[in-house]
């Protein structure tokens, strides 16, 4: 399985990003993907997660309302649209999937057992 993250940038507070990871090399039928972010100095933390084959989302407390993950079938790509941006969304954003993954699992940073390089994200003005 391969991931390519794309869409990172600078974003003045407030504003948005549309980040994308490309996924291939292998035919998802269930599972989980997922975004998580990883900040200087900090542990990697789950941002948003969803089903491959159901849709169900899951979100973190601090970029629920704000953050929205969704996937398409015919592009195999995973999307996470990001409005409201603030400064402490400052981090490199991951993809990462998860083929066998469980729904109980979808917020479990460990479960994922591929990912991509990364993409940066910066909130600054």
């Known amino acids: 399985v391969q991931l390519v993250e794309s869409g990172g940038g600078l974003v003045l507070p407030g504003g948005s990003l549309k980040l994308s990871c490309a996924v291939s090399g292998r035919t998802f039928s269930g599972g989980n993907m997922a975004w998580l972010r990883q900040a200087p100095g900090k542990e990697r933390e789950f941002v948003a997660g969803i089903r491959w084959s159901g849709g169900s989302k899951h979100y973190a407390n601090s970029v629920k309302d704000r953050f929205t993950i969704s996937r398409d079938y015919a592009k195999t790509t995973v999307t996470l649209q990001m409005n409201a941006l603030k400064p402490e969304d400052t981090a490199v954003y991951s993809c990462?999937?998860?083929?066998?993954?469980?729904?109980?699992?979808?917020?479990?940073?460990?479960?994922?057992?591929?990912w991509g390089q990364g993409t940066q994200v910066t909130v600054s003005s």
């Open positions: 990462a999937a998860s083929p066998g993954g469980i729904l109980s699992s979808l917020g479990v940073p460990s479960s994922y057992h591929y």
